[in-house]
């Protein structure tokens, strides 16, 4: 079994920075395709940034390009997001995602096998 744990979220104002992570254990991390998704009230999961077991293939949500970073670290078991210049609209639930049967991430939702529990992060203007 797979045990995702985020950390991280906040309530901050519009224009600043928060660093989610996400810390892994159970499998073979290194091997599997990590993402981080996101749900805002009322609203479906989407995704947000994927990262290849690789670390070497990484994809955004163009909602959030140039503007968050995503990462992961194999020796710890742990991927990253860092979100600067954040807006009202980014408030949601942000969930990390691990892909056990790909090296590479993809943004659909049932292409991932294991869910962290979720950290809030809220926005204000």
């Known amino acids: 079994q797979v045990q995702l744990v985020e950390s991280g979220g906040g309530l901050v104002q519009a224009g600043d920075s928060l660093r989610l992570s996400c810390a892994a254990s159970g499998r073979a991390f290194y091997d599997s395709a990590m993402a981080w998704f996101r749900q805002a009230p009322g609203k479906e999961r989407v995704f947000v940034a994927g990262?290849?077991?690789?670390?070497?293939?990484?994809h955004y949500d163009e909602a959030v390009e140039g503007r968050f970073t995503i990462s992961r670290d194999n020796v710890r078991s742990t991927v990253s997001l860092q979100m600067n210049s954040l807006r009202p609209e980014d408030s949601a639930i942000y969930y990390c995602?691990?892909?056990?049967?790909?090296?590479?991430?993809?943004?659909?939702?049932?292409?991932?096998?294991?869910w962290g529990q979720g950290t809030p992060v809220t926005v204000s203007s």
């Open positions: 995602a691990l892909r056990s049967r790909s090296r590479l991430p993809i943004d659909r939702t049932d292409e991932y096998d294991y």
């Open positions: 990262v290849s077991a690789s670390g070497r293939v990484i």
